[in-house]
């Protein structure tokens, strides 16, 4: 029996169970996200990578709003703090349909990766269940969602969240 039902079941009514239940939802941490997707040369594995604030961008080549995104996570990655992965959800062979400024921000430092043919799954685990583009999440150095956005981002939504994901 889990804690929260050992507390419920013991006082249906009393306010105390109900302040006790809602502290440990306050307090529960969020499970550390994963996954593993191919690469250019190979397959990654988040968890597999280094400890580090890390903003995922779910992205299509035939997506204006996501292609629109591509140089402000470039110039971001270049600044060396934040690790910036674009997870292309589409063939690899598709990127190259992309605007030849979006090939440029694609290069290094920003790590792209293909995810899967059907990416409802992933998404969903990332916070998109709705499957809309362009999707963007930012993990705190032990992969735990502290920001995500369905829908465009902005230089002044980055600095913002990436400001509140230090806690």
Not at 13 to 23: C, E, I, N
Not at 67 to 84: F, H
Request: aromatic share 6%; glycine share 8%.
């Amino acid at each position: 029996m889990s804690f929260l039902s050992r507390v419920i079941s013991r006082s249906k009514h009393s306010l105390g169970v109900w302040m006790l239940v809602l502290a440990h939802l306050v307090h529960a941490e969020a499970p550390r996200l994963d996954f593993e997707l191919a690469g250019e040369h190979d397959f990654v594995r988040l968890s597999g990578l280094p400890a580090q604030t890390t903003i995922i961008n779910f992205w299509r080549y035939d997506c204006p709003p996501c292609l629109r995104e591509m140089p402000i996570l470039s110039r971001l990655a270049k600044g060396g703090r934040i690790r910036v992965i674009t997870v292309a959800l589409h063939r690899p062979s598709e990127t190259l349909q992309a605007p030849p400024e979006v090939l440029a921000a694609l290069g290094s430092p920003l790590l792209t990766l293909y995810g899967p043919r059907e990416p409802q799954g992933l998404l969903a685990r990332f916070g998109d269940p709705g499957q809309a583009l362009p999707h963007t999440v930012i993990l705190n150095p032990e992969r735990r969602l502290c920001a995500k956005k369905t829908g465009e981002i902005s230089v002044e939504w980055l600095e913002k969240e990436l400001a509140s994901c230090k806690g």
